[in-house]
């Protein structure tokens, strides 16, 4: 069964800061990876996937995230952080098969950012 | 664009009641979801929807819980009777048609609180 690790629950950074936040995923193949933020009060926005290919991708709010097979690991980044990404970030994993449209999510990483 | 709408926002209610929660995705989405999320977990599926036949309900409480998509549109999921540990946040989630994309597109959520 697949699964998704983060073993970061909270993680403070001062704006203009840089970020990483890490993932880690547990399946027999090369699956397909997205981040997820939720807002305070939010339902989930979709900042970026990957499926196949590059093993950078960008995404929405100038993030980027980092496929590592190797590492099984799907981190996430951004060079320089703002006060408006202060939200819960979710790794989600799904399967390259089969029925891919089934997320198994994170428990996520809380982001707060300091001024 | 009109977003995934749901409602209530919020309920409160004592353990054996009973709750229903409604959901109307993105207008011509074939694929509906509803995610339960505990607080300090990620969201975990309880069922999927294609039109208005169901993909997948493995994780579905079924002795209590109950979902429709009579017509293929909008969706109910009711929960009866309440138990303490049925307090989350219901997350509605639905897809387009087609090419798997990866992106789901998430309402607000409905909070529960079972006391």
């Known amino acids: 069964a697949q699964s998704v690790t983060q073993p970061d629950i909270h993680i403070t950074v001062s704006e203009g800061a840089s970020l990483e936040l890490r993932c880690n995923y547990s399946y027999g193949a090369t699956p397909y990876l997205f981040w997820y933020v939720q807002s305070p009060g939010q339902g989930l926005q979709l900042l970026l996937k990957y499926f196949s290919g590059d093993t950078l991708v960008q995404g929405i709010k100038g993030f980027e995230a980092e496929f590592k097979r190797s590492q099984s690991s799907f981190n996430l980044r951004k060079p320089s952080v703002h006060w408006s990404d202060a939200a819960e970030y979710f790794c989600?994993?799904?399967?390259?098969?089969?029925?891919?449209?089934?997320?198994?999510f994170g428990t996520g990483t809380r982001l707060q950012v300091t001024l | 664009e009109a977003g995934v709408a749901q409602s209530p926002r919020y309920k409160i209610i004592e353990k054996r009641q009973s709750v229903a929660f409604w959901c109307n995705p993105i207008s011509g989405h074939a694929t509906l979801y509803w995610y339960q999320q505990i607080l300090g977990q990620g969201p975990k599926l309880l069922i999927q929807f294609q039109n208005n036949g169901v993909v997948d309900d493995s994780q579905l409480p079924k002795d209590r819980f109950s979902a429709e998509r009579l017509k293929g549109v909008d969706s109910t999921l009711k929960i009866q009777p309440a138990k303490l540990e049925d307090s989350a946040v219901y997350l509605c989630?639905?897809?387009?048609?087609?090419?798997?994309?990866?992106?789901?597109?998430f309402g607000e959520g409905s909070r529960l609180t079972v006391l």
């Open positions: 989630a639905s897809r387009p048609q087609g090419g798997y994309t990866g992106e789901l597109f």
């Open positions: 989600a994993v799904a399967p390259s098969t089969g029925t891919a449209s089934k997320l198994t």
